[in-house]
């Protein structure tokens, strides 16, 4: 079974009509979902089924399954509304493509950075790399090299690579193509002005934060 993600389809669509495809305890099913789930270090999205609260979103294969209050009530075949927090989706858009970046940007200045982590939550996104060496000198030059990139405006691209097992990638065309399932903005200068920060985490490793100067 997999569920239609219209959240690829338009990261910007705040409110979808869907049908309860299967209902089992507090958990339920959808044929369509703009509400993403946790994957590839990006947070859920907040939202609601049916006017109540979704309190976990769990990929499982091609499908999601949402956990709902218990005594929700909703059972296949149910007609409902499917919302989200917008503001909280839009931040974690500009964090998550913020952080491709300074990713891509690391990687291609330092060839020896390897990255073992990340997370977008809605206030700062990390990506945690093995470097024997601070990354702290540095930052200033992939900071400006970065915003560089948003302030130039350019269009993002995101899409397919393999529909049938639903792996997607985004592109900022002759710059880079980089695997990656999560919602994407339309524009890079979207992101807005950005602010990185180094943190030591242990022998050997390295973390950079990420911040947008505006919310």
């Not at 060839?111 to 982590?117: L, M, R, S, T």
């Not at 691209?157 to 592109?171: G, H, I, P, T």
Request: charged share 25%; with cysteine; glycine share 8%.
């Amino acid at each position: 079974m997999s569920v239609h993600k219209q959240f690829w389809a338009d990261p910007y669509q705040t409110e979808l009509f869907a049908t309860v495809v299967r209902s089992d305890g507090p958990q339920v099913w959808l044929d369509a979902t703009i509400l993403y789930a946790f994957s590839g270090g990006q947070e859920s999205d907040a939202g609601s089924i049916g006017g109540l609260p979704v309190l976990r979103a769990e990929k499982q294969g091609l499908d999601i399954a949402y956990t709902l209050p218990d005594g929700h009530g909703l059972s296949a075949g149910d007609a409902v509304t499917v919302a989200i927090d917008w503001p909280r989706r839009y931040r974690l858009m500009r964090l998550h493509f913020a952080a491709e970046l300074v990713l891509e940007t690391i990687c291609r200045e330092l060839p020896d950075a390897e990255k073992i982590g990340a997370h977008i939550a809605e206030d700062k996104a990390r990506i945690d790399f093995a470097l024997v060496r601070p990354i702290t000198p540095l930052l200033p030059a992939i900071a400006a090299k970065v915003q560089a990139l948003i302030d130039a405006d350019l269009a993002i691209v995101s899409a397919y690579s393999d529909e049938a097992n639903q792996r997607r990638y985004w592109e900022l065309p002759g710059l880079y193509r980089v695997p990656c399932g999560g919602t994407h903005l339309r524009r890079s200068g979207e992101v807005g002005e950005l602010r990185l920060k180094r943190k030591n985490v242990g022998q050997g490793k390295e973390r950079v934060e990420i911040t947008l100067a505006r919310p």
